[in-house]
């Protein structure tokens, strides 16, 4: 539910920044390696010396038309590089090498999904190429350093059409796109370390009016969450000012997240204000359709058509087809499992569903490591499970084999028999053992008897502990139900 007038409808535009994930920038060969020493990734062409000139990055161009095509965009054939003047202390140059009048991407959308289950699609403006701006830390002793690593680090800019209604649709959208472009793999979508970057542009007008209102621009925003929050705020103070008959003036806010507010920056500028014209260092990007269908061989399953044939093939919930498919690496984890499972079925899929979300996850989570170096393999986890259904362990057991195979990256059948934990599953064997659970608690047996039936349970554990967890717990529960119904005639 909103927090504003329902009178009132607001109007959301996102322009999101993903930084790629080349090894070099976008104009030269210095490494794009974050973190590094400030200033120490740096050379003439980044810094736009006299004299130097960029030569254009291929992989740039390889991955922007991967968004492209991932997005449905149109692809031009040809698009031009264009200087953005504006002066700030980051910017070296005085300029940013960007795309204006000819983008190299148009047209297209995002689909989201709405909580009711309905699909929403969001229409993109543009997606163009660019390379990054240095950094600015301020510094209580020295006021402000200057850190120019990130200059020329390639980006590609995102542009929605002004179709988002809401801050939590703007949400759906910013993780849509963050789910796509690490799908990609041509991003790593991390907000806090400002590889993914979103700007928004908000106007508030009444609902069922066509004309838009005057709209702001809110910067600095660093999660989703602040997102969603500096949204919220805005609109509302929109609608505040327009309620009391104040105007709403463009301009430009920073989203102060510590006191949950957005500060005004400075008055907005008009695109023309940057005075783009096209780089004459920089030759047009000719694209063929040879390489457009090279790309779109490279392309991964898209994610909620991955989510959807997960749910129809594997019969699990939806609910888990949503978890697993969040992020790229876990699914194709999950389909690893899936894969060499012994028996498909839809019982244990949700066996292997049950336990990458649970077991897996709470490791990957807790160590905060990457799927990638995760110590149990899919096949080993699927020859694990294997081993539950066909009887050769047990679940209790499994739990126990699981840790030991993360600290020795063994395969299952090798940890059971080093550690003799094979399911007893001879029929005499447990027979003598729940005859004797039985003897020895005969207070609690004659309470079963007599009406007390949740005392089943604790015959069940019982039985179980005295065979040390390796009891085979369906033919423990059917030997002492037939016991107990023997003591019952």
Known sequence: MSSWDPKYEPVIGLEVHAQLLTQSKAFCGCSTNFGAEPNSNVCPVCLGLPGVLPVLNLSLVDYVIRMGLATHCSIAPRSIFARKNY?????PKGYQISQYEEPICSGGFVEIELEDGLRKRIGLTRIHMEEDAGKLIHDIDVDTLVDVNRCGIPLIEIVSEPEIRSPHEAYLYLAKIRQIVTYLGICDGNMEEGSLRCDANVSVRLSGES?????TEVKNMNSFRFVEKALEYEIGRQIGLIESGEKVVQETLLWDSGQGIAVPMRSKEEAHDYRYFPDPDLIPVIVTK?????MSTTLPEDPTARRDRFVAE?????????????????ADYFEGVITNLKTKNEENYKLASNWTMGDVLRVVNTEKILLVDFPVAPAHL???INMIVDGTISGKIAKDVFEEMLKTKEPPRAVVERKGLLQVSDTAALEGIVDQVLKQNAVQVAEFLGGKTQLFGFLVGESMKATKGKGNPKIVNELLRKKLEELKK
Do not use: C, R
């Open 87 to 91: 002066f700030y202390p980051d910017l």
């Open 211 to 215: 004309e838009l209102g005057t709209k």
């Open 290 to 294: 040879e390489w457009i269908e090279n």
């Open 314 to 330: 594997f019969k699990i919930p939806k609910y888990d087809a949503d978890l697993l498919t969040a992020e790229k690496p876990l």
């Open 382 to 384: 699927a020859e694990m």
